[in-house]
């Protein structure tokens, strides 16, 4: 347990602060005393300026972690690894492999990471930790690896596929988020939480043997959610007892509200330029 944390967001679907800027898509800064990581890179190379406008520093940044594989949160690998090369990459291995994703109105698009993005994994060479299991990224900083998927009201959130004419349907076994420790009790950062957010809690719980969860932050990809998920997801997190919701990026507006109004008081917004800090 460090004794000075903080995440700050870099890329979201929206604006905090004035003087920065928003794009489709997510990436953290985990700063934990002298030592710092990346939780996804957003689409672009927009987080480095939302970084320095912000005085972050990505010079010295010592890990990238990708929550998955899709554009949104690896397209700016190739800028933050430019800036900062010795940082050692952290990804599940489905990651790198082709993915689409659909609207109802059309056939699957590329969704996957894009050629400049794959071209960084693959020269990174020893420099990646493939995350099957859970892995330490930073001195009690841990991502989950893959999520074993155990409720019934749960799915990737969408229409994701492997192949381009929509017949592989794609799990996201890529899915993984980011944890630690706190006196509060747990942060759990979130990209887009395809494998179910009340699965990703109560897997972390199962990880750190029921440590309450204080603050889950990052994406929920509740866009599509029926009555019935959202249902079940609001009961699930009173019974996990989450004191602080930060959901962002692809939880949907809806989603969103249901939740503020659900659990007044214990709800903030997460748009470039948030800062949460530990100790409070």
Sequence with gaps: MSPSLS????????????????????????????????FDTGP??????????LGVDLIRLEAIVLSHGHYDHTGGLPAVRARAPQAKLF?????????????????????????????????????????????????????????????????????????????????????QALFFDTADGLVVILGCAHAGVVNTLRYIRCLTRNRPIHTIMGGLHLLTASVVRMDATVAALRELGVARIVAAHCTGFAAAARLWAEFPGHCAVGGVGTRLVWPR
């Design 44 to 53: 672009s190379d927009l987080l480095l300026a939302n970084a320095d406008a």
């Design 91 to 175: 990804l599940h291995p489905a990651g790198v492999e082709p993915k689409f994703s659909a609207h109802a109105d059309g056939p699957p698009r590329p969704a996957g990471m894009t050629e400049p993005t794959l071209q960084v994994v693959r020269e990174a060479g020893a420099a990646v930790t493939w995350t099957r299991e859970p892995t330490e990224v930073l001195p009690s900083v841990f991502a989950t690896g893959e999520i074993p998927r155990a409720t019934a009201f749960e799915d990737t959130g969408g229409r994701f596929y492997r192949d381009a004419v929509g017949t592989q349907p794609d799990p996201l076994l890529d899915d």
């Design 7 to 38: 995440i700050t967001t870099l890329v979201e679907n929206s604006v905090h602060l004035r003087g920065l800027r928003a794009e489709h898509g997510l990436a953290f800064h985990l700063q934990a005393g002298g030592r710092s990581l990346l």
